[in-house]
């Protein structure tokens, strides 16, 4: 006869089919536990409050103004400006004011700290980028559980935004104009230093600057040519004092004969023989000695020849009313032996040659002061010409000291310069911020007080909780047949053992009921 049968070894794996009969004998309890775990999930998922949730959609408007005529001084990626915004915004104060504004957490208020709820608020915000880049859009929700507040609050917080942004790119824009502002006058100043350096090195080197190279080049030529006139002039007075000279002795030679010849007359003379018995020259011979003499060296074209030709003519003429005179005169001297020894009688010929010597006489010394006066001016061109030839020299010298001297200025001017435009630049892209002309926050969708709540999930809470029961209850029912260690079937018996016959299921609880009921008559 078998013995009993032996319990499963816990060691031995149990089959699919060992499990789904484990189960199928626990359903009971898997049921009750499934609704119990349902009822409970469904009475929390109810209990739970409502959460809803408000979204506003904000659009990065472009700039008004074209770029080619204003540049913006605020250029930045939407992500770095939502950011740099979202500090601002999301700081203690701002969110302690709305919260206040709104009566938002009255719960939370009796057993959390301030600090706690700004945490609380923090976490209810979201802010999600819809589009990256220069422009672009976002998405601004808050959660809570009043939906009119929860509309408020999220366009309020847009609004923040939206004034934030505005304030945030004036107040960059103005930095910058005050940035360029402190640098425009420190260029100012280095280019004020330069200027000063330069101009003292312009009074210091004034005359042999670069820039009066042509100048000092011109200068030099003309007064080169001056000289020339000079000398040349020089030469002129030289060859005109050389002949008043000659002009002079001859004069001073004609009038010492003329006057000779002028002297008290006597028979002697009379008779055409001079006292020491030899022949008496006329003047008229005397001036044409002096004519051969002029022609030598003049045409006959020149005024002196000329007028020494009609002075020959004059003479000649009171030579023969002389010749007559004499004649008369002679007949009166026969009888008296008396010689008159009285003055030289003056003639308009001896008269016009003393007023010719004078004149020469003052010509030659206009000549000569002349010429000691071009004298003078020579001297003064030729040292004028050496002090200008210095400079000149000294050109290249002066030329490399300046180059040096003004390469810091011209960068100076150049930066400065560069720094007044971009100042200009700024002060039109601030007023273009200030007037809203520029790029900005836009509201496209405000947010509209939701119809349903956010969260709870009820009816999602409501399954997880029925399908945690079944698998609570499947659980459960499978740890108390484990306990058993009990053969579920003949798949769980040795290969080798052979089946002779399968029993029935025997209920003795009725049975033994009945007997106890029995004995308990007799």
Same mark, same amino acid.
């Given at each position: 006869?078998?013995?009993?049968?032996k319990?499963?070894?816990?060691s031995?794996?149990?089959?699919?089919?060992?499990?789904?009969r484990?189960?199928?004998? *626990?359903?009971?309890?898997?049921?009750?536990?499934?609704?119990?775990a349902?009822?409970?999930?469904?009475?929390?998922?109810?209990?739970l409050p409502?959460?809803?949730r408000a979204e506003?959609?904000?659009?990065?408007?472009?700039q008004?103004?074209?770029?080619?005529?204003?540049?913006?001084?605020?250029?930045?990626?939407?992500?770095?400006?939502?950011?740099?915004?979202?500090?601002?915004? %999301?700081?203690?104060? /701002?969110?302690?004011?709305i919260v206040?504004m709104?009566?938002?957490?009255?719960?939370?208020?009796?057993?959390k700290?301030?600090?706690?709820?700004?945490q609380?608020?923090?976490?209810?915000?979201?802010?999600?980028v819809?589009h990256g880049?220069?422009?672009?859009?976002?998405?601004?929700?808050?959660?809570?559980?009043n939906?009119?507040?929860?509309a408020?609050?999220?366009?309020q917080?847009?609004?923040?935004?939206?004034?934030?942004?505005?304030k945030? /790119?004036?107040?960059?824009?103005?930095g910058?104009v005050?940035?360029?502002h402190?640098?425009?006058?420190?260029?100012?100043?280095?280019?004020?230093?330069?200027?000063?350096?330069?101009?003292?090195?312009?009074?210091?080197n004034?005359?042999?600057?670069?820039?009066?190279?042509?100048?000092?080049?011109?200068?030099?030529?003309? %007064?080169?040519v001056q000289?020339?006139?000079?000398q040349?002039a020089?030469?002129r007075g030289e060859?005109?004092?050389?002949m008043?000279?000659?002009?002079?002795s001859?004069?001073e030679?004609?009038e010492?004969?003329?006057?000779?010849s002028?002297?008290?007359?006597?028979?002697?003379?009379?008779?055409?023989?001079?006292s020491?018995?030899t022949?008496?020259?006329?003047n008229?011979?005397?001036l044409?000695?002096?004519?051969?003499?002029l022609?030598?060296?003049?045409?006959?074209?020149?005024?002196?020849v000329q007028?020494?030709?009609q002075?020959?003519?004059?003479?000649?003429r009171?030579? *023969?009313?002389?010749?007559?005179d004499?004649?008369r005169?002679a007949a009166?001297?026969?009888s008296s032996?008396?010689?008159?020894?009285?003055?030289v009688?003056?003639?308009?010929d001896?008269l /016009?040659?003393?007023?010719?010597?004078?004149?020469?006489?003052?010509?030659?010394?206009?000549?000569?002061?002349d010429?000691e006066?071009?004298? *003078?001016?020579?001297?003064?061109i030729?040292?004028?010409?050496?002090?200008?030839?210095?400079?000149v020299?000294?050109?290249?010298?002066v030329? *490399?000291?300046?180059?040096?001297?003004?390469r810091?200025?011209?960068?100076?001017?150049?930066?400065?310069k560069?720094?007044?435009?971009?100042?200009?630049?700024?002060?039109?892209?601030?007023? %273009?911020e200030?007037?809203q002309?520029?790029?900005?926050f836009?509201?496209?969708d405000?947010?509209?007080?939701?119809?349903?709540?956010?969260?709870?999930?009820?009816?999602?809470i409501?399954?997880?909780?029925?399908?945690?029961?079944?698998?609570?209850?499947?659980?459960?029912?499978?740890l108390?047949e484990?306990r058993? /260690?009990?053969?579920?079937?003949?798949?769980?018996?040795?290969?080798d053992?052979?089946?002779?016959?399968?029993?029935?299921v025997?209920?003795?609880?009725?049975?033994a009921?009945?007997?106890?009921?029995?004995?308990?008559t007799?």
């Amino acid at each position: 006869m078998p013995g009993p049968a032996k319990p499963v070894s816990s060691s031995s794996k149990l089959s699919p089919l060992s499990i789904a009969r484990m189960l199928w004998k *626990q359903k009971s309890i898997a049921v009750a536990v499934c609704i119990l775990a349902s009822a409970v999930s469904i009475l929390i998922a109810k209990r739970l409050p409502s959460v809803y949730r408000a979204e506003v959609l904000v659009f990065v408007d472009s700039q008004k103004i074209p770029d080619r005529f204003v540049s913006p001084t605020v250029d930045e990626d939407l992500s770095d400006s939502l950011a740099l915004i979202s500090q601002e915004i %999301m700081s203690r104060t /701002r969110l302690v004011k709305i919260v206040d504004m709104f009566h938002l957490y009255p719960r939370e208020r009796a057993y959390k700290t301030e600090e706690e709820i700004v945490q609380n608020m923090r976490h209810d915000i979201s802010l999600k980028v819809e589009h990256g880049g220069k422009l672009g859009a976002f998405r601004l929700g808050y959660e809570g559980d009043n939906a009119k507040v929860v509309a408020a609050v999220t366009n309020q917080l847009a609004g923040l935004y939206v004034a934030e942004n505005l304030k945030s /790119r004036e107040n960059q824009a103005q930095g910058t104009v005050d940035f360029l502002h402190a640098q425009l006058e420190e260029a100012k100043r280095n280019l004020d230093e330069q200027e000063a350096k330069v101009s003292q090195f312009k009074q210091q080197n004034n005359g042999i600057l670069p820039q009066q190279e042509n100048s000092l080049l011109s200068t030099l030529s003309n %007064m080169r040519v001056q000289l020339q006139g000079c000398q040349d002039a020089i030469n002129r007075g030289e060859a005109d004092k050389a002949m008043l000279e000659t002009a002079l002795s001859s004069a001073e030679t004609f009038e010492s004969a003329l006057a000779q010849s002028l002297l008290p007359r006597t028979r002697s003379r009379v008779v055409g023989f001079d006292s020491s018995g030899t022949a008496s020259k006329s003047n008229s011979e005397i001036l044409e000695e002096r004519l051969e003499n002029l022609k030598t060296r003049y045409t006959a074209d020149h005024p002196e020849v000329q007028d020494l030709e009609q002075r020959i003519q004059r003479a000649k003429r009171d030579e *023969q009313k002389e010749a007559i005179d004499a004649t008369r005169i002679a007949a009166s001297m026969k009888s008296s032996d008396h010689a008159d020894d009285g003055p030289v009688v003056a003639t308009p010929d001896l008269l /016009r040659e003393r007023e010719r010597i004078s004149s020469l006489r003052v010509r030659l010394s206009t000549v000569k002061k002349d010429i000691e006066t071009q004298k *003078q001016v020579r001297d003064r061109i030729v040292g004028d010409i050496r002090e200008y030839e210095q400079r000149v020299n000294k050109l290249p010298l002066v030329e *490399q000291q300046m180059a040096a001297v003004t390469r810091d200025y011209d960068n100076s001017k150049a930066n400065y310069k560069s720094l007044l435009d971009k100042e200009l630049a700024a002060g039109i892209a601030t007023d %273009m911020e200030r007037s809203q002309k520029s790029e900005r926050f836009t509201i496209m969708d405000a947010a509209k007080v939701p119809e349903k709540a956010f969260k709870p999930k009820r009816l999602a809470i409501a399954a997880a909780g029925s399908l945690g029961g079944l698998l609570m209850g499947f659980l459960a029912g499978f740890l108390l047949e484990w306990r058993k /260690r009990t053969l579920l079937g003949e798949w769980e018996l040795p290969f080798d053992v052979v089946v002779l016959g399968r029993v029935p299921v025997i209920r003795l609880e009725p049975i033994a009921e009945s007997c106890r009921t029995k004995v308990g008559t007799l």
